[in-house]
């Protein structure tokens, strides 16, 4: 597709156990960013990848959270033992350019819900 | 740190009425801002940017905003909102030197009554 796609859109688990997110962003796109976003609050940097690789991870809260982009497109974040607090919609971002500040395309975001 | 704020977490308005949708970051050096848009059930979208250059600024969709540095203030304007603007407003800030790290505000949600 055109658009910036991730999926799940909604994931229900349980307390302690492992997920994984999946994004695809627009062809070309060679940055990809994840944040998150709790009720009631703006979206919250998590992560940024220039090609394969994290170039800031400075903003993923805790070691339970790590995320991947082994071929510079399709990344995914993973969650392990996951918490209540972790409750969140992430989003992810794809652009084609970070340095010169041009536009940054979002998913539609993956809703986590912990139980 | 860099934080922006959102001063108005709802703003109610009549169909064809003016808006200003507030926001204000903290900062001292040069920074870069931003204005997204969540319509329901989508992706942030961009609405328009501040980079350098003339301080008003146009975006999509009719809007417009206006950088004061002296306030540190980059209040979003429409001088005549529809129905299909009913959305979620973000306002965001980067850093120079970390300018693909976007700080949001909270949000605004822009009601638009008929």
């Known amino acids: 597709g055109a658009g910036v796609s991730q999926t799940p859109s909604n994931k229900v688990t349980e307390k302690g156990k492992y997920v994984e997110l999946r994004c695809d962003p627009i062809s070309g796109h060679t940055a990809l960013y994840w944040y998150r976003q709790s009720l009631g609050q703006g979206p919250e940097f998590l992560i940024y990848f220039q090609g394969t690789g994290a170039a800031d991870d400075s903003g993923l809260p805790n070691d339970r959270f790590f995320a991947v982009r082994p071929e510079g497109s399709v990344s995914t974040l993973k969650i392990q033992r996951t918490e209540r607090g972790d409750s969140a919609v992430y989003l992810c971002?794809?652009?084609?350019?970070?340095?010169?500040?041009?536009?940054?395309?979002f998913g539609e975001g993956s809703r986590l819900t912990v139980l | 740190a860099q934080s922006v704020t959102q001063l108005d977490s709802q703003v109610p308005v009549f169909e064809e009425a003016p808006v200003e949708l507030r926001c204000n970051y903290s900062?001292?050096?040069?920074?870069?801002l931003f204005w997204y848009v969540q319509y329901p059930n989508q992706g942030l979208q961009l609405l328009l940017k501040?980079?350098?250059?003339?301080?008003l600024v146009k975006g999509i969709n009719g809007f417009e905003a206006e950088f004061n540095k002296s306030q540190t203030s980059f209040h979003l304007r429409k001088p005549s909102v529809h129905i299909s603007d009913t959305a979620e407003y973000f306002c965001a800030a980067t850093k120079g030197g970390s300018n693909y790290k976007l700080t949001f505000g909270k949000g605004t949600l822009l009601t638009v009554n008929p």
């Open positions: 900062s001292s050096v040069s920074v870069y």
């Open positions: 501040y980079l350098s250059g003339s301080t």
């Open positions: 971002a794809s652009s084609a350019d970070p340095t010169n500040t041009g536009e940054l395309f």
